[in-house]
């Protein structure tokens, strides 16, 4: 039997409770996945120690700002390094992450004023994927990874 390609997934769309809110985003074309592709459950912003709940984060400036003014650049940094490590570990040749978020987002990102307003940008942890030579893909991409790897 032919070993399926390992795949980072934000856990977030795996149905994991783990999102800012205490909540989840499950995705079940995210999870259909699995049929093709072993996927690794990551969340930069709990491996980084975050409580769930937890006050929401955009980035400003280059910097992570918690909605009360709180930097917490260093944290998604090391959450980050974590789910670099894992891609690194388990061979990952791409991940499918939560669009929009601080740590996760893709090519769209909240602009840092908490008003629900995009900017052109990436997740602290999406950018250090990508930097790495990780592919990206947020869930509304993921028809493009049907029989890629």
Do not use: H
Request: proline share 5%; hydrophobic share 35%; aromatic share 8%.
């Amino acid at each position: 039997m032919k070993m399926k390609t390992k795949i980072l997934v934000s856990a977030c769309l795996l149905g994991e409770n783990c999102k800012y809110s205490g909540g989840n985003n499950k995705n079940d074309e995210v999870i259909a996945l699995s049929e093709e592709y072993d996927l690794v459950p990551i969340c930069p912003e709990c491996f980084a120690g975050l409580p769930i709940p937890r006050v929401p984060s955009e980035i400003k400036d280059g910097r992570v700002y918690s909605k009360n003014g709180e930097d917490l650049t260093d944290k998604f940094l090391d959450g980050a390094q974590q789910a670099l490590y894992i891609a690194k570990e388990c061979n990952a040749p791409c991940a499918v992450l939560k669009e929009n978020s601080p740590s996760c987002g893709f090519g769209k990102i909240y602009d840092g004023s908490f008003s629900g307003k995009k900017i052109d940008g990436n997740g602290i942890a999406a950018q250090l994927l990508f930097d790495n030579e990780i592919q990206i893909f947020g869930e509304s991409q993921i028809r493009c990874l049907k029989n890629l790897y």
